[in-house]
């Protein structure tokens, strides 16, 4: 494991997702976009963050794109646990939860065969 590869797609996964919430936040504040739209915006939001950063990962790593892509899908899990442990003390294992866990497992996978090299 190439565990540059894995902190760049990291870093990668969380600044994308941060930029393109951030464009979800002003379009709902100045266009009138529902909470729902919104919430799916989010979803789509972390999911791509997550592939661009396992692509990235997968790219850099070269023979193992797979297990050097999904440590990036686990540190972005571990990292919204630990935000939600930190600011709401307990967290929800509901459907909303499980299909977020689920996209961002499911990105990085599909980012790791993008980026894997023939």
Not at 18 to 28: G, K, M, R
Not at 29 to 58: K, P, Q, R
Request: proline residues 1%.
């Amino acid at each position: 494991m190439k565990l540059k590869g894995i902190i760049a797609g990291s870093a990668l996964s969380f600044a994308l997702t941060f930029v393109f919430v951030f464009i979800i936040a002003l379009l709902e504040y100045f266009t009138g976009m529902s909470e729902g739209a919104a919430n799916i915006c989010a979803y789509i939001a972390a999911a791509a963050g997550v592939f661009a950063g396992a692509l990235l990962s997968a790219a850099v790593s070269g023979q193992r794109a797979l297990l050097n892509a999904m440590p990036v899908s686990l540190i972005y899990i571990a990292a919204i646990i630990t935000a939600t442990l930190i600011f709401r003390k307990s967290i929800n294992t509901d459907i909303h939860c499980i299909s977020l866990f689920a996209g961002i497992v499911l990105a990085g996978f599909l980012g790791a065969v993008a980026g894997q090299r023939k």
